[in-house]
Nanobody, 120 residues
Framework: VQLQASGGGLAQAGTSLKLSCAAS??????MAWFRQAPGKEREFVSA??????YYVDSVKGRFTISRDNAKNTMYLQMNSLKPEDTAVYYC??????????????????WGPGTQVTVSS
């Protein structure tokens, strides 16, 4: 499977961006977004698994994950962006047990990432 994330860019705080992750080939039941800011470890952002959605606390109420199986594409609608959302965002997919959903090491298929920069 190949993943390609897009939709990143420069945004002002309080505005919105929508990321897309297009998959070619087989995808798995779990698709997820992670992010990595400079000097920090890769962080779980959100996942969708069997139609259920999961979020890190810092984005709850602001970000919405969705998946269009017909288009083999996952989305991340990011509203009310904050400067601390600045990071490279990666999409990933794998067969993941629920307890390991937030662990980057559980995923073996990754896209190359898209930069999101939020200015204050």
């Amino acid at each position: 499977v190949q993943l390609q994330a897009s939709g990143g860019g420069l945004a002002q705080a309080g505005t919105s961006l929508k990321l897309s992750c297009a998959a070619s080939g087989r995808t798995f039941r779990t698709m997820a977004w992670f992010r990595q800011a400079p000097g920090k470890e890769r962080e779980f952002v959100s996942a969708i698994r069997y139609g259920n959605t999961y979020y890190v606390d810092s984005v709850k109420g602001r970000f919405t994950i969705s998946r269009d199986n017909a288009k083999n594409t996952m989305y991340l609608q990011m509203n009310s962006l904050k400067p601390e959302d600045t990071a490279v965002y990666y999409c990933a997919t794998s067969e993941v047990i629920l307890s390991a959903l937030r662990d980057a090491g559980s995923y073996w298929n990754w896209g190359p990432g898209t930069q999101v920069t939020v200015s204050s």
